[in-house]
């Protein structure tokens, strides 16, 4: 079992930044590929970053490449989301997610944990 706690949600004008923070806990974190995803009010739950375990790249959605930078951290267990430029679309729930396979990361139905979720709110 992994357990991920979300944090470093808020209110933020548009053009400004939030950092979000996953902790993880339980089994190897470090075996584990990481994602954020959002649902904003009346949608689907989307993609927004991943970046697997092994050393790589990262993976950005098309709506947020060059405002977001995703990070992880092995020895603290823990992947950061660094959101820049943030935009009113941007609002959203923002769930961290644990991927143990080797499918789709941006495919929801791969991973295998998930936290409860953070709110981030852009403002005009």
């Known amino acids: 079992q992994v357990q991920l706690v979300e944090s470093g949600g808020g209110l933020v004008q548009a053009g400004g930044s939030l950092r979000l923070s996953c902790a993880a806990s339980?089994?190897?974190?470090?075996?584990?590929?990481m994602a954020w995803f959002r649902q904003a009010p009346g949608k689907e739950r989307e993609f927004v970053t991943a970046?697997?375990?092994?050393?790589?790249?990262?993976y950005y959605a098309d709506s947020v490449k060059g405002r977001f930078t995703i990070s992880r951290d092995n020895a603290k267990n823990t992947v950061d989301l660094q959101m820049n430029s943030l935009k009113p679309e941007d609002t959203a729930v923002y769930y961290c997610?644990?991927?143990?396979?080797?499918?789709?990361?941006?495919?929801?139905?791969?991973?295998?944990?998930w936290g409860q979720g953070t709110q981030v709110t852009v403002s005009l």
């Open positions: 997610a644990a991927d143990a396979g080797w499918g789709n990361l941006s495919d929801e139905n791969e991973y295998d944990y």
């Open positions: 339980g089994r190897t974190f470090n075996r584990y590929h």
């Open positions: 970046k697997r375990w092994t050393v790589g790249s990262a």
